[in-house]
């Protein structure tokens, strides 16, 4: 089970913490995503990160804004948001994986989303 938390509404510029708890199995066997879905749009990969936290990578709009990060002992993952633009508006999802993925399909388990609202 995965957990989302941490959206809202937030203006231009700022910031914005999510988090993605999870529960059932061993966390760190995961690869952990985040993907959106903006109003309208189709749902669009963000960044994921392997189950060791070495490894991370971005979607081109997230790059350089966004930051990835997971903590095992604590069976979470984060993204942090900073410098959001209203573009960034979305529903936000988590979603575990066994191999590393940047398509949707290769994401087995997925939270509830959590929303996140970008005002200009």
């Known amino acids: 089970q995965l957990v989302e938390s941490g959206g809202g509404l937030v203006q231009a510029g700022g910031s914005l913490r999510l988090s993605c708890a999870a529960s059932g199995r061993t966390f760190s066997n995961y690869v952990m995503g985040w993907f959106r879905r903006g109003l309208g749009t189709e749902r669009e990969f963000v960044a994921n990160i392997h189950g060791s936290g070495v490894y991370t990578n971005y979607a081109a709009s997230a790059k350089g804004r966004f930051t990835i990060s997971r903590d095992n002992a604590k069976n979470t993952v984060y993204l942090q948001m900073n410098s959001l633009k209203p573009e960034d508006t979305a529903v936000y999802y988590c979603?575990?994986?066994?191999?590393?993925?940047?398509?949707?399909?290769?994401?087995?388990?997925w939270g509830q989303g959590t929303q996140v609202t970008v005002s200009s």
């Open positions: 979603a575990a994986a066994t191999v590393w993925s940047v398509g949707a399909s290769g994401y087995a388990y």
